[in-house]
């Protein structure tokens, strides 16, 4: 298994930027992929953006294009989220996750970090 924490979030104005981390332990190795999450207050959560630990290739709901990007660290173990450009329709608590393969589902989960953008 593999533990995530993330940190990162606060408070930030419409217009601003934030960067996010998810810190992995445990069983790194076995990581297929990491990939961020949000849950706003009484919406379904809904994925941002993922990215193959091997090659770096990423992905991003299309709401988020061009003013998120997801990099990692292999050395650190630590994926980021840069979030450029904020819009309140962007506050929510960010999770970041972990599956192994192509495969199977996301089945490591961090406890989340709450991004929070005033208007």
């Known amino acids: 298994q593999v533990q995530l924490v993330e940190s990162g979030g606060g408070l930030v104005q419409a217009g601003g930027s934030l960067r996010i981390s998810c810190a992995a332990s445990?069983?790194?190795?076995?990581?297929?992929?990491m990939g961020w999450f949000r849950q706003a207050p009484g919406k379904e959560r809904e994925f941002v953006a993922a990215i193959t630990w091997s090659d770096g290739s990423t992905y991003y709901t299309d709401s988020v294009k061009g003013r998120f990007t997801i990099s990692r660290d292999n050395a650190k173990n630590t994926v980021y989220l840069q979030m450029n450009s904020l819009k309140p329709e962007d506050t929510a608590v960010y999770s970041c996750?972990?599956?192994?393969?192509?495969?199977?589902?996301?089945?490591?989960w961090g406890r989340g970090t709450q991004v929070t953008v005033s208007s």
């Open positions: 445990g069983r790194t190795f076995s990581t297929y992929r």
């Open positions: 996750a972990a599956r192994r393969s192509i495969v199977t589902a996301y089945n490591s």
